[in-house]
């Protein structure tokens, strides 16, 4: 931690020095929690997820806190579900192409977690490298590795394709993102999850409004479910900067 502490106050300081910044946030509403094709939490209760993305014009350096909380069910937990930490760097390595490579560093809290009933730490570390290029579909693969409670792997290939809605160039576009994972976790390696989502970006002055619907199939020897829909509504704003 003091590492991640040390080094993320070392980059901001680079990144300040050499580019102006810029602050963008959102907060979104979720009828649920699944990641990496797993629910999280309490099944089919309403959340809360905000964000706060800093970023360092031309550097490549970005920084991001995000966190997740149940407004449903709160006797079973007190203040934030999770409190997420993302160190980003990206680098485009060409221009023709559009390929970039990004490299960064997530630090996972959860400030709930009773360590004793699941035997958990309250955070866990998860470096990750990747690699996307510039096209109408926007293909990525990006590898994480889990080092404290998860102890493994996570691969995953994704790619998303924009189809306008209406004309004009302020025409709204339903996004349609899909992605498929490998995993290392509990004792399997192998197929992890398979996830669609489909959403449409709105915008009202400077705020965007995003609208969204998600399915996940994943591998239940790894997570409790095989199959979970969900849905939300994302609103952002920019605070400020370049």
């Known amino acids: 931690m003091k590492f991640f502490l040390g080094l993320l106050v070392g980059l901001m300081i680079v990144g300040t020095v050499h580019a102006q910044t810029s602050v963008n946030a959102s907060i979104g509403g979720f009828s649920g929690y699944i990641w990496r094709g797993g629910i999280l939490g309490a099944d089919n209760k309403a959340l809360l997820q905000p964000s706060v993305t800093l970023g360092f014009g031309d550097s490549g350096l970005s920084f991001n806190v995000w966190g997740s909380f149940f407004v449903q069910s709160r006797t079973a937990t007190k203040g934030a579900d999770e409190l997420d930490f993302t160190l980003d760097y990206t680098k485009t390595l060409s221009e023709e192409s559009g390929m970039s490579v ?4 997530v630090q996972y809290t959860f400030p709930s977690l009773d360590t004793k009933v699941t035997g958990l730490d309250k955070h866990t570390e998860e470096p990750y490298i990747g690699i996307s290029l510039a096209n109408p ?3 990525s693969v990006k590898f994480y ?13 994704s790619g998303s394709y924009a189809i306008p809605i209406g004309e004009g160039e302020d025409a709204p576009a339903l996004n349609i993102g899909v992605s498929a994972a490998a995993s290392s976790y509990v ?3 192998g197929f992890n999850d398979v996830t669609a989502t489909a959403s449409v970006g709105l915008t009202a002055g400077r705020f965007t409004i995003s ?4 399915f996940s199939y994943a591998d239940s020897k790894i997570n409790i479910d095989k199959s979970s829909f969900w849905g939300g509504v994302t609103i952002g704003i920019p605070l400020g900067g370049e």
């Open 102 to 105: 990004s490299i960064g560093y």
């Open 137 to 139: 579909v926007s293909p």
């Open 145 to 157: 590795y889990d080092f404290n409670n998860a102890d493994g792997w996570y691969l995953v290939a």
């Open 187 to 189: 004792g399997k390696t």
């Open 211 to 214: 609208p969204m619907a998600g």
